[in-house]
T-cell receptor, first 114, second 113 residues
Framework: KAGVTQTPRYLIKTRGQQVTLSCSPI?????VSWYQQTPGQGLQFLFE???????NKGNFPGRFSGRQFSNSRSEMNVSTLELGDSALYLC?????????????FGQGTRLTVV | AQSVTQPDIHITVSEGASLELRCNYS??????LFWYVQSPGQGLQLLLK??????LVQGIKGFEAEFKRSQSSFNLRKPSVHWSDAAEYFC???????????FGDGTTLTVKP
């Protein structure tokens, strides 16, 4: 069974630009969550999508948005990039069947804003 | 709201020695608890999980963890550490029926030869 796939693995963007990151969950998993990881703030929850609907949202500004498609693939978008958005962005998928909530993570997208 | 505290930012142990990483959580109901490991530049790998039942859970790579409700703890243990265990370890608490988890700040493990 293929794992969670995130693309691209690395990105360099300029302040003010926007970026879109992609995540393909494990086949059959309907929940996709996004996290931002930085040395100073640790792992912070961005949002969770389930069956194309955003179910939970973390405490991030509106510049951070996401969506989920009917095949459960998800994208997250960051507009008007700031230097502080430099981070490892991790996507995780969960089946949620039978209450199983453990998350399976992708390898992440390393975003550098210059 | 749930929260997770990992009191030790950095731990150094000698190869072959035993290991215990501490985790304390705050959650109103019965928690779903996890330990993950992360190697540099990589995603997180699930080591073990606790949902209910036996409070001592076994995971991969020889790790185990014990859930103690009275102490709100879920400490990770390994009887004999290998050099390849050097990594960052995260404790997390989950919510029933949701993919969202709250993570601790992590503990970095260094293994001395």
């Amino acid at each position: 069974k293929a794992g969670v796939t995130q693309t691209p693995r690395y990105l360099i963007k300029t302040r003010g630009q926007q970026v879109t990151l992609s995540c393909s969950p494990i086949s059959g998993h309907r929940s996709v969550s996004w996290y931002q990881q930085t040395p100073g703030q640790g792992l912070q929850f961005l949002f969770e999508y389930f069956s194309e609907t955003q179910r939970n949202k973390g405490n991030f500004p509106g510049r951070f948005s996401g969506r989920q498609f009917s095949n459960s693939r998800s994208e997250m978008n960051v507009s008007t990039l700031e230097l502080g958005d430099s981070a490892l962005y991790l996507c995780a998928s969960s089946s949620l069947l039978g209450g199983a909530t453990e998350a399976f993570f992708g390898q992440g997208t390393r975003l550098t804003v210059v | 709201a749930q929260s997770v505290t990992q009191p030790d930012i950095h731990i150094t142990v000698s190869e072959g020695a035993s290991l215990e990483l501490r985790c304390n959580y705050s959650y109103g109901a019965t928690p779903y608890l996890f330990w993950y490991v992360q190697s540099p530049g990589q995603g997180l790998q699930l080591l073990l999980k606790y949902f209910s039942g036996d409070t001592l859970v076994q995971g991969i790579k020889g790790f185990e963890a014990e859930f103690k409700r009275s102490q709100s703890s879920f400490n990770l243990r390994k009887p004999s550490v290998h050099w390849s265990d050097a990594a960052e370890y995260f404790c997390a608490v989950g919510v029933s029926g949701a993919g969202k988890s709250t993570f601790g700040d992590g503990t970095t493990l260094t293994v001395k030869p």
